[in-house]
């Protein structure tokens, strides 16, 4: 064997191993957008999501893998739990917010529409039902309604017995029944009265607002108490459509108004002197929008200049 050749083998090896990823690495990094959306589901906060994530690795780069069974249950019992000690915590966060609070908003890619259960469980209005629920109760419902999770697998990521889980998630389901919303639309029934919103929105038409609105629709704003937005939430097409063409989200300065996929569903992102000033995001029922949620808290909009990736 020639010198060039014994330095060749000598150094294969090593090479190699550098270029292999461990199998900790190589399991989180294949679940990781389901474990950012369970944490996401659970939290509402994509930046409170990615902190769970952060605190997830830590945990898991010290698991012993020959003792993980499924690794994927493994991961989102992980996430699980971190996710709900930050949502106890942010419960005590929320209560000394200023105005409403809504959900931080997701760019999220147009396939993500096409699948209707995931683009509901992540709409801004399902995470406003979510909000509703007690964290165990939210945590059971999202595991079990949109991950599909077995009892004794859930029962086990929040420290219930599968008994208890049984009966935390029947209660779940009928308070999230009770206040969700009453239909899905299309991705093409969405897209189209979205631009039929944004077409009247812009003009400031009032009967073309009131023409698209349905009749009990809810508008909501998040400005965090740093920028201006509406103290309380407005319900009735004739109340929204007149906010809506006065303009009450526009401000005096040089504007563009793109459409895009917020949270899975239609949205404008509203763009003021090149700088991203708020999104609005709609929910769409049988061809109405039935709700406009319009967060300007620029905490809340670090996620709309590339795509989230979300997955079940």
């Known amino acids: 064997m020639n010198e060039r050749s014994e330095r060749t083998a000598d150094t294969a090896e090593p090479l190699d191993r550098a270029d292999r990823v461990d199998p900790a690495t190589e399991a989180f990094v294949a679940h990781r957008s389901l474990l950012f959306t369970v944490a996401y589901e659970m939290l509402g906060s994509a930046a409170d999501a990615e902190d769970v994530l952060q605190e997830s690795w830590l945990r898991w780069a010290g698991v012993d893998l ?6 994927r249950a493994y991961l989102v019992r992980i996430v699980t739990r971190l996710a709900l000690d930050r949502l106890r915590a942010l419960g005590r966060r929320k209560e000394s917010y200023v105005g409403p609070w809504l959900p931080e908003p997701l760019l999220t890619a147009p396939d993500v529409a ?4 995931l683009a509901d469980s992540v709409s801004m209005a399902m995470l406003l039902v979510l909000e509703t629920l007690q964290p165990t109760e939210r945590a059971v419902f999202v595991l079990r309604e949109v991950f599909g999770l077995e009892y004794d697998e859930i029962a086990e990521a929040v420290g219930r017995s599968p008994a208890a889980v049984r009966q935390i998630a029947y209660r779940a389901r009928a308070r999230v029944a009770a206040r969700r919303p009453r239909g899905v639309a299309s991705p093409a029934e969405a897209r189209t009265a979205l631009q039929a919103f944004q077409r009247a929105v812009e003009t400031g038409d ?9 009749p009990d629709v809810v508008a909501l704003s998040d400005g965090g108490g740093v920028r201006h937005a509406l103290p309380r939430p407005v319900v009735g097409a004739g109340k929204v459509a007149r906010l809506l063409a006065a303009g009450w989200w526009k401000r005096d300065a040089e504007r563009s108004v793109e459409l895009v996929q917020i949270n899975g569903g239609p949205g404008l992102l509203v763009r003021v002197d090149g700088e991203i000033d708020g999104v609005l995001a709609v929910r769409v029922e049988s061809g109405y929008v039935t709700g406009a949620y319009h967060v300007r808290n620029p905490e809340k909009l670090s996620r709309l200049e590339q795509e989230t990736p979300v997955s079940r």
Request: glycine share 0%; no cysteine.
């Open 206 to 214: 009032l009967q073309s607002l009131l023409d698209i609105l349905a």
């Open 114 to 117: 096409e699948d209707v259960e």
């Open 66 to 71: 020959a003792t993980v069974r499924e690794q």
